[in-house]
């Protein structure tokens, strides 16, 4: 099997593992990965986040997201377009976003970022012990997190979705920092 029937392989499996996973458990963990990022965000001194909006089963970073907007933290989201870019838009508000391609969404607001971002939020299907992070196939991501040598990439991810080692292209990006922990430690 080619590394691209790997990752097509292994998208399935995760999506349907992040589907599975228990609402009650979910949202106990969802709020512990904002807190966590928030720790990181404040302890850090950020002052531009980029972060994707989540779409399904992903980690919901609405609660962080509304935090940095209380805040005065410059919020950064992307719009996906076409030949595997991202346009870099100022968030100002969750009640002002438009859908984009395949589920996604990013602030209607055409207002472009173009400057240095402290931390890039990146989302993902999976993980492995080594920080690279399996996407959803489009290498979006791969393409902008090279624009920025200077941002803490962080990835945050359910437990189940980490694997010992990711099939891997030359293209993929590894991430400097995981958010994760085993579910039993979220529900005591």
Same mark, same amino acid.
């Given at each position: ?12 499996a995760m999506i349907e593992?992040?589907? +599975? ?24 001194? =950020? ?26 933290? +410059? ?68 393409? =902008?997190?090279?624009?920025q040598p200077n941002a ?20 993929? =990006? ?8 085993? =579910?039993?430690?979220? +529900?005591?």
């Amino acid at each position: 099997m080619s590394v691209i029937e790997k990752k097509k392989h292994l998208r399935r499996a995760m999506i349907e593992k992040r589907n +599975t996973i228990p609402l009650s458990i979910k949202k106990q963990y969802d709020e512990w990965v904002c807190d966590e990022l928030k720790k990181l965000i404040i302890d850090s001194k =950020f002052k531009v986040v980029h972060t994707y909006l989540p779409m399904s089963s992903e980690i919901d970073l609405i609660p962080l997201i509304e935090f940095m907007l209380e805040n005065s933290i +410059t919020v950064i989201s992307p719009k996906t377009l076409p030949n595997r870019k991202l346009e870099n838009r100022f968030l100002t508000s969750l009640q002002d976003l438009e859908k984009g391609v395949a589920g996604t969404s990013h602030p209607a607001n055409p207002s472009i970022y173009m400057g240095p971002i402290d931390m890039i939020i990146v989302p993902g299907l999976a993980f492995d012990e080594f920080n690279y992070r399996l996407g959803y196939g489009g290498g979006y991501y791969d393409n =902008f997190l090279c624009t920025q040598p200077n941002a803490l990439k962080v990835g945050a991810y359910y437990p189940t979705q980490k694997t010992e080692t990711l099939p891997r292209e030359n293209h993929d =990006f590894r991430l400097d920092k995981i958010v994760y922990k085993d =579910f039993d430690q979220t +529900t005591a």
